[in-house]
């Protein structure tokens, strides 16, 4: 998986199709994302003891890899991403630019 936490990222379909966040969670078995404030779900909770009040609990929920596209940084377009073979291992590279990543 060429993603990681932290990279910028494109919704391209979905709910919150052309918003952008970044990766705060990556499962790679699952080919799934979190994204910083999209894919927002929201969850009920009861009041566990008297005199408390219930509460809405808002989170997000994980993506399918597909549904994302990484933004480049240095071009600042959606592209996809290519990998590199360097001596001391692999680097990302932008398709669109040609710029390491």
């Given at each position: 998986?060429?993603?990681?936490?932290?990279?910028?990222?494109?919704?391209?379909?979905?709910?919150?199709?052309?918003?952008?966040?970044?990766?705060?969670?990556?499962?790679?078995?699952?080919?799934?994302?979190?994204?910083?404030?999209?894919?927002?779900?929201?969850?009920?909770?009861?009041?566990?003891?008297?005199?408390?009040?219930?509460?809405?609990?808002?989170?997000?929920?994980?993506?399918?890899?597909?549904?994302?596209?990484?933004v480049c940084p240095k071009c600042n377009q959606m592209t996809r991403l290519?990998?590199?073979?360097?001596?001391?291992?692999?680097?990302?590279?932008?398709?669109?630019?040609?710029?390491?990543?």
């Open positions: 998986m060429k993603l990681k936490k932290g990279d910028l990222v494109k919704i391209i379909s979905g709910k919150d199709k052309g918003k952008t966040g970044k990766i705060i969670n990556v499962q790679k078995n699952e080919r799934q994302v979190t994204v910083e404030g999209l894919n927002i779900s929201v969850r009920h909770s009861r009041p566990r003891k008297q005199g408390e009040k219930g509460q809405r609990l808002e989170m997000p929920k994980p993506l399918n890899i597909s549904k994302v596209m990484f290519n990998l590199k073979r360097l001596e001391i291992g692999q680097a990302r590279v932008c398709k669109k630019c040609k710029e390491n990543i």
